[in-house]
């Protein structure tokens, strides 16, 4: 990315000394303005000294101490995390849960241990040895995947050496309110610390627009401009910023037109928000009047209240992986049922959708990383129904409460990561098994059994969904793993994140087949990745045929919008012409076409 020789925002003024814009990525849409706060990128000195033998062990239970530390550092900020929308605790809950593995008995603590032993070295400098190390296997591997997650163990060694030292980390807590923080590169970690409330947006020199911060950043509403070069050149704390996270660019010391301009553009938008809040209560029905249902992707019960303030129809996805994570004991089937109780109950009536834990690979919850360990490829490897399925009484637990709370009201099961029917077979047999149990007990429980659904979301069951429609009482597209897994992108890789795109061809031809499969065997079909909560998606997937749409909270009223104001004819036929090209360009202009048509 390159500083642009002249503003070409609103005014087109020149770019040099006050007014200076850049370009970049992005992330996150809105306009943000106000005193910037730079974080110095500056690197820790790593002292390097040999230890006295008599002195190894105490070096040891320093380091051990300082594990400990960082143990207790996580655990802290995943319970910050709960308090953030659903899919931002999402992402930040399953990356702290990565983290927290690897300072728990992982091949990097075994390994500073073993050099601190043999080599006779401080704790500080083995973890740059080990790290090194680490960084040198999985790059002969020749693995992008494996490269990319150096930089999550790179930020755990970071992590315990700040603890060594005494470093304590700076939080963003005592900003003054509006501020613009300009840093070299945001971690997940770090934007999770963020208070909207405080903080008006951010940019950084590094970083891809697919990534964990970039997720985050849409999901706590902070605009964010990432990736932009020369950002931090010259810049002084306090100076007024603007960050344009619509087109991209971050202005430094505007000139007073510009910043009145921005602040037009900051208005507008604002007008559309408590505009968009009055289709709360209209249906989301087409101008040719086909009705769509519009639903709410949830992870802790805490967001019902905000679904339902959005007009959530229904939960289309309840990720039930908060009933597992960051804790020492399992949750039993009573706990379980308590909690699912209380949300099919406070949705009075309409549908909750909850999908079986989806944990494992690199989600793998602290009660699992002791038996499964460290994975080699995370997203391919132990996790979701392959998880359960190898752990049938955490499956039967689960699914005991499930059923025990579908008495309360309509409640639908979701199979995460299938890729077979005899998944999907297996499943059924072993919920007929606690279902006989459950009635021998006189429990009550759904009757009939709720609907069992299949996540749509690796090639393999795409390719095989008129098989899996005989199988499944319904459909659901996830896009973000179906995207990766088809184009083989870490969406979280910025090296690779470009590349990540659902308007390729082959992503659309799978999410068509399995659209058409569930329409021959007319069963329910749904979106319930990014793409379903995105208005730009949304006339292209209804044009294919989609009907329900699941999405967070505050996307809702803005897909409602867009589809009062669409035509289905009309998006059915542009859909058609979609899927008649090859080329990715060529099908992005045809939908903005389309949607700058309404």
């Not at 207790?72 to 953030?84: F, N, P, Y």
């Not at 680490?134 to 992590?159: H, K, N, P, S, W």
């Not at 007008?271 to 802790?300: C, F, H, W, Y």
């Not at 499943?427 to 006989?436: E, H, L, T, Y």
Request: proline residues 6%; charged residues 25%.
């Amino acid at each position: 990315m390159k500083s642009d020789a002249k503003h070409d925002g609103p005014g087109g003024h020149a770019a040099t000394g006050p007014n200076r814009c850049l370009r970049g990525l992005g992330v996150s849409p809105g306009v943000a303005i106000g005193p910037a706060h730079v974080v110095e990128s500056g690197s820790v000195t790593i002292p390097e000294y040999t230890l006295a033998p008599d002195a190894v062990d105490g070096e040891v239970a320093r380091f051990n101490e300082a594990a400990a530390k960082a143990r207790r550092q996580i655990k802290k900020l995943k319970s910050k995390a709960l308090v953030l929308p659903d899919s931002a605790s999402e992402e930040i809950g399953f990356l702290l849960d990565a983290h927290l593995s690897m300072v728990t008995n992982s091949r990097l603590t075994r390994g500073v241990e073993r050099r601190i032993k043999q080599d006779h070295i401080n704790a500080e400098a083995a973890i740059q040895a080990e790290i090194a190390s680490i960084a040198q296997t999985f790059a002969e591997m020749d693995d992008a995947y494996l490269a990319a997650r150096i930089g999550d163990i790179r930020e755990v060694g970071r992590r315990l050496t700040r603890n060594l030292l005494k470093h304590e980390y700076r939080a963003f807590s005592t900003l003054p309110p509006g501020s613009i923080i300009l840093a070299e590169e945001l971690t997940p970690a770090d934007t999770a610390l963020l208070d909207p409330k405080a903080v008006g947006g951010f940019a950084t020199v590094l970083g891809g627009a697919e990534g964990h911060t970039a997720i985050l950043a849409r999901s706590l509403g902070l605009p964010a401009v990432l990736g932009a070069a020369g950002l931090l050149a010259g810049v002084r704390n306090g100076v007024t910023v603007i960050v344009d996270g619509v087109q991209g660019r971050v202005v430094i010391d505007p000139a007073p037109e510009v910043l009145d301009e921005y602040r037009n553009r900051r208005a507008a938008r604002e007008r559309e928000r408590e505009q968009l809040k009055s289709l709360r209560k209209l249906p989301a029905v087409t101008r040719d009047g086909m009705a769509i249902t519009l639903m709410a992707n949830l992870e802790m019960p805490r967001d019902l209240e905000h679904a339902l303030e959005n007009g959530a129809q229904g939960i289309g996805l309840l990720r039930t992986e908060f009933l597992f994570m960051n804790r020492e004991q399992l949750p039993d089937e009573e706990e379980q049922y308590t909690v699912l109780r209380a949300m099919v109950e406070g949705m009075g009536g309409r549908t909750v959708t909850a999908r079986t834990m989806d944990v494992g690979g690199e989600k793998l919850a602290g009660w699992m990383a002791g038996r499964y360990g460290e994975p080699a490829n995370p997203a391919l490897g132990l996790r979701a129904i392959r998880l359960s399925l190898r752990e049938p009484k955490l499956l039967e637990t689960q699914l005991a409460a499930m059923l025990r709370a579908g008495a309360h009201g309509p409640l639908r099961i979701l199979l995460p990561m299938i890729s077979s029917v005899s998944e999907v077979q297996r499943v059924r047999d072993i919920m007929g098994q606690v279902a006989r149990r459950l009635r021998r007990r006189g429990v009550a429980i759904a009757d009939p059994l709720p609907p069992v659904g299949v996540m749509i979301e690796v090639p393999g069951a795409a390719l095989a969904a008129d098989a899996l429609a005989y199988a499944a009482d319904f459909f659901s597209i996830g896009t973000n793993d179906l995207t990766q897994y088809t184009l083989a992108i870490d969406r979280a890789d910025e090296q690779v994140a470009t590349l990540y795109d659902p308007l390729h061809p082959a992503v659309l031809r799978l999410i068509q087949f399995t659209i058409e499969a569930a329409l021959r065997s007319r069963i329910p079909v749904s979106v319930c990745g990014e793409i379903a909560g995105d208005p730009r998606y949304t006339a292209l997937l209804l044009g294919l045929g989609v009907r329900e749409l699941s999405m967070s909270p505050p996307s809702v009223p803005a897909v409602k919008k867009r589809i009062r104001g669409l035509d289905l004819m009309e998006a059915s036929r542009r859909a058609r012409v979609i899927m008649d090209q090859s080329d990715t360009g060529r099908i992005a202009t045809l939908l903005d076409d389309f949607n700058s048509m309404a």
